[in-house]
């Protein structure tokens, strides 16, 4: 499903309203007078809403009905910050252009004058020494620090066209999950947002507030944003677990925050950029596990899917990719050693994408091949041949 007019206008947002948990349809006997009461955008989005009742959602199904509606999936695309146009203009220098250098080079080089100041402390003491900066160095060297931070931080959170990713893979399942996070953080951050559903063993880093105090002890802007977002998080985490910190959908308003989010691009550059997976990952209740990910396959520029190993959940993925005929979105991964597990699943549905891998470490084998893939997946999700 590809992202239309509609989407970008605005009307995903009207669509969502109609996600809402009515008390009416939470009931084993419904009210029939309240349903009446439902637009029709309401009871389609009732007729999916796992808050509602088995007998809820079947009424909702059979209101559609009477009212000379055809039943059919509700489904959310959210727009993402990438178009058919900059995909033609600027191809992968839309992600490995001057913007990835600047992030790049001055997050290196702040870790260079940290060891650098580091291994001449080091050195000064393993011979006795005092190691001391004349006042002007002193604040030479800070104003450098600063400039280099604030260089990387305006390159990260500024980020105008970052892409959004979807990743798909096996759970709780620490000999493929470990991997599997090397391999995003070396091949796939450089895109921009990838998402994926959280589980014990790829998760959101439970310190990341550490790294943000540390970071703020030599850079007055993370300092404000420390001392001033704090209170501010944790309001918003006691109201609303998805519009701030690590996403949680466990009912339908926590969907709605999670897919309005999906349009916050400041807010997600700096979530993504202040972990070291680089990613947005989102942890849900059996009951919504596949409505995210739908909302994710239908939002998404592209998506990967890691087959090391095929589980139930895996295979219902798969089976939605080929039955809404999605496979060009789509780039398929596994850890090396799995290719037989792999190419066997993708048979078995009649694809014919190739399969790369990836080693142990993450560095993916046949790098340029899969950035290609990559390229060419986007480009099928806007609609471009």
Not at 172 to 177: E, K, M, P, T
């Amino acid at each position: 499903m590809g992202m239309t007019q509609d989407d970008q206008a605005g009307h995903w947002r009207r669509k969502l309203r109609n996600m809402r948990t009515f008390p009416a349809l939470r009931r084993q006997a419904p009210d029939a007078e309240a349903l009446a009461r439902l637009s029709d955008g309401e009871c389609a989005a009732a007729v999916e809403n796992p808050d509602h009742s088995e007998a809820g959602r079947a009424a909702a199904a059979q209101a559609l009905s009477a009212r000379g509606l055809t039943v059919e999936r509700w489904r959310l695309a959210v727009p993402g910050f990438i178009n058919a146009e900059d995909l033609t203009q600027k191809g992968a220098r839309l992600f490995f252009g001057a913007g990835r250098a600047v992030r790049k080079w001055s997050g290196l080089a702040i870790f260079a004058v940290l060891i650098g100041i580091f291994a001449a402390v080091a050195w000064f003491d393993s011979r006795g020494a005092y190691f001391e900066l004349s006042d002007d160095a002193a604040g030479m060297l800070g104003l450098a620090m600063i400039a280099l931070l604030l260089t990387w931080f305006a390159a990260s959170a500024l980020r105008r066209k970052p892409a959004r990713i979807l990743l798909l893979r096996k759970f709780n399942v620490r000999a493929v999950s470990t991997p599997l996070e090397r391999m995003m953080a070396q091949e796939l951050r450089p895109y921009g947002h990838v998402a994926s559903l959280s589980d014990k063993h790829i998760r959101r880093d439970n310190f990341g507030w550490v790294s943000i105090a540390l970071l703020s002890i030599s850079n007055p802007l993370a300092a404000a944003w420390f001392v001033i977002g704090l209170p501010i998080r944790f309001i918003f985490r006691l109201f609303d677990r998805s519009a701030m910190g690590p996403a949680v959908v466990l009912n339908a308003r926590d969907y709605r925050n999670l897919a309005r989010r999906l349009r916050d691009r400041i807010g997600l550059n700096i979530q993504v950029a202040m972990t070291k997976k680089e990613a947005f990952l989102v942890r849900t209740s059996d009951a919504w596990w596949q409505l995210v990910i739908r909302l994710f396959m239908d939002s998404s520029d592209a998506i990967v899917v890691d087959l090391s190993q095929v589980a139930a959940g895996t295979e219902w993925e798969l089976d939605v990719i080929r039955d809404e005929q999605s496979q060009a979105r789509c780039v398929f991964v596994a850890i090396w050693g799995q290719a037989e597990t792999a190419e066997a699943a993708l048979r078995a549905r009649g694809f014919d994408n190739p399969c790369f891998f990836y080693a142990p470490d993450g560095e993916m084998q046949r790098r340029g091949d899969f950035r290609a893939a990559l390229l060419r997946a986007m480009r099928a999700a806007h609609g471009l041949a």
